[in-house]
């Protein structure tokens, strides 16, 4: 359903200055493509986030919530209803060991400040963009590190009633670049348990994570990250580069040279061209070595096909 000029003009009263119609994906995602979202609203407090979910229940209007936008691939259709973006509703507060950190909270710089800290554990993460928020929703990980190693309670809002309430990690369902049991649910906040350590040693360990990735990924192109799920026992990389699809190409989206688990936007990339890229590099992969890869980014929006059950309205209510 479409939200009518009456709500729309509603809802930028209660939010002045921080509603936005017609806002391209270009503007609030890291593969820079895609339609535009028919209203993007930034809440800076609960009372801003139950109110936006009161507003979408009692109207029939769809919501999706993102934080950075860093693994989500969002059609050329655009979004319909209401966009929650969090980066506004931000902040960290640490107490010794503990930390909270709300859902906005930039995930690079959160990881930073912990490692000045001294607080171990997230460290080799260091460079994975997005928001604290996004992080704990995937369980966002690198180089033996995940972010449920330290995480101990998230904070929820039910994406109907407006809700909240607390869920200790046991009550979570989560593994490998998935966590479930909080689907439907907007994540305000993550609390977070470290052990401790020397802070010049975290950092340093932080600078030769963000060196190795400066190497090894094509940090110069817009793109959203690793596009598959590591299968069992292998590398998607390495199986696509092994496939012969090293800088295979749909339109202005590319496999990337430099990493192959990879997809760029070499600057007018459509959505359409990076779906149209993942479909093909999935059915080569899958010919050739019969390894079914499965899309670790989210699809949001309207597409011709599903690339697989799990990756798809995650974030709708």
Do not use: W
């Not at 932080?206 to 190795?212: D, M």
């Not at 496999?255 to 059915?283: M, P, Q, W």
């Not at 499965?294 to 597409?303: A, D, K, M, N, V």
């Amino acid at each position: 359903m479409a939200i009518t000029e009456l709500i729309k003009k509603e809802i930028e009263l209660s939010l002045p200055g921080r509603c936005f119609r017609d806002m391209p994906a270009k503007e609030f995602t890291t593969y820079k493509t895609g339609g535009k979202a028919e209203l993007a609203a930034k809440p800076v407090s609960e009372k801003e986030f139950s109110y936006l979910i009161r507003v979408g229940a009692e109207n029939r209007i769809p919501l999706t919530v993102l934080g950075g936008g860093a693994n989500v691939l969002i059609s050329d259709g655009g979004l319909a209803g209401i966009l929650i973006l969090t980066d506004l509703y931000r902040g960290t507060e640490f107490t010794g060991n503990r930390v909270i950190a709300r859902c906005g909270e930039d995930r690079d710089n959160f990881v930073k400040k912990c490692c000045e800290k001294g607080l171990a554990g997230l460290e080799k993460t260091s460079g994975i963009p997005g928001t604290v928020g996004g992080a704990v929703r995937m369980n966002a990980g690198a180089f033996g590190q995940e972010t449920f190693d330290c995480l101990t309670s998230v904070k929820l809002m039910d994406g109907r009633s407006g809700l909240v309430f607390t869920k200790n990690k046991k009550e979570l369902e989560y593994g490998y670049r998935s966590v479930k049991g909080i689907n439907g649910f907007i994540i305000l906040e993550a609390e977070f348990e470290f052990s401790l350590d020397n802070p010049k040693k975290l950092l340093s360990a932080r600078e030769e994570v963000l060196n190795s990735r400066a190497r090894k990924q094509p940090l110069d192109f817009p793109s959203a990250g690793s596009v598959f799920k590591r299968p069992e026992g292998d590398y998607a990389s390495r199986l696509i580069d092994a496939a012969g699809l090293r800088g295979l190409r749909a339109g202005d989206a590319e496999v990337s040279r430099k990493h192959t688990g990879f997809i760029i936007n070499r600057g007018g990339a459509t959505a359409s061209d990076i779906y149209r890229l993942i479909c093909e590099v999935k059915k080569r992969v899958k010919e050739k070595f019969g390894t079914e890869l499965e899309t670790e980014q989210i699809l949001l929006g309207s597409f011709p096909e599903k690339i697989s059950p799990d990756n798809k309205d995650e974030n709708h209510y």
